[in-house]
């Protein structure tokens, strides 16, 4: 079973940073990682993509915060971070990571899946 843990959210000022982490429990192979954030009142609408980074190491983001956040990752940690510079007040979402990829359900059963975190709250704000 995979699991997914999100930490690092929080109250920050605009023009400041913050660091989102996002860790797996279980094994999943050739993992796509991405990270979404849903803003205050648009809880009815799809979750924004903020961006994603896939197996091979590429990474692309949504225009609204390309040069200022940054996805990495720690394949030895299953972890993947999300740095976030320069924050405006647009930025207040709560973020998801998501993690996809193959997973061997059982003997001879490997299914593409995809889990989700819990959601962190980031609030820019003066």
């Known amino acids: 079973q995979v699991q997914l843990v999100e930490s690092g959210g929080g109250l920050v000022q605009p023009g400041g940073s913050l660091e989102l982490s996002c860790g797996h429990s279980?094994?999943?192979?050739?993992?796509?990682w991405s990270w979404y954030r849903q803003a205050p009142g648009k809880e009815g609408e799809e979750r924004e993509l903020?961006?994603?980074?896939?197996?091979?190491?590429?990474?692309k983001y949504a225009d609204s915060v390309r040069g200022r956040f940054t996805i990495s990752r720690d394949n030895a940690k299953n972890t993947v971070y999300l740095q976030m510079n320069n924050l405006k007040r647009e930025d207040t979402a709560v973020y998801y990571c998501?993690?996809?990829?193959?997973?061997?359900?059982?003997?001879?059963?490997?299914?593409?899946?995809?889990?989700w975190g819990q959601g962190t709250q980031v609030t820019v704000s003066s």
């Open positions: 998501k993690i996809e990829g193959d997973v061997v359900v059982a003997a001879h059963d490997v299914r593409n899946l995809e889990f």
């Open positions: 903020v961006g994603e980074n896939t197996s091979d190491g590429s990474t």
């Open positions: 279980g094994r999943v192979f050739d993992a796509k």
